[in-house]
């Protein structure tokens, strides 16, 4: 039985394949580059990462469109695939991840609820983005998300 951790595995994926990583995390608050980069010789494959909390953030250091936020909202797909394409190009790296969500406990509504993330993989394979419902405290809801995220990635370098 393999008992290596999904943020090691990503890493071996990447450091075989010599691609790079950029990540856009807004409710993660930076644990999935932090998981990712807890990893010895992740250096080889991170490249960096944006912590978007604020839409102003976004849009200056991500590139997602004022419109997309009024349209969407900062919790969407649309804006998620936006952050994982922007960090992607305005960091250089091969894939970016986008993380866009609402961890709780407060700030949730009947058509966003508590636990809405949205994740997004962009690459050269195009862009894929995934709604999920994570339930569970704060803290819960963020380790959720970034199992998810380390999953997709997987899932996307196939």
């Not at 990712?36 to 080889?44: I, K």
């Not at 091969?94 to 700030?107: E, H, K, Q, S």
């Not at 959720?144 to 899932?155: F, H, K």
């Amino acid at each position: 039985m393999n008992n290596e951790l999904l943020e090691e595995k990503v890493g071996t994926v990447l450091k075989n394949r010599s691609l790079t990583l950029a990540c856009a995390e807004s409710c993660t608050g930076g644990l999935l580059t932090s998981r990712l980069t807890d990893v010895a010789g992740s250096s080889a494959y991170i490249k960096g990462a944006v912590v978007s909390y604020s839409n102003e953030v976004k849009m200056s250091h991500l590139g997602v469109k004022e419109e997309t936020l009024a349209s969407y909202g900062a919790v969407s797909e649309e804006t998620a695939r936006a952050m994982s394409e922007g960090v992607r190009s305005r960091i250089g790296a091969d894939l970016g991840v986008g993380i866009t969500g609402i961890a709780g406990p407060g700030g949730g509504s009947a058509e966003k609820p508590v636990g809405l993330v949205y994740i997004s993989v962009a690459g050269a394979r195009g862009t894929v983005a995934k709604r999920n419902v994570f339930a569970g405290n704060r803290t819960e809801i963020k380790h959720q998300a970034v199992d998810t995220a380390l999953n997709m990635l997987l899932e996307y370098l196939g």
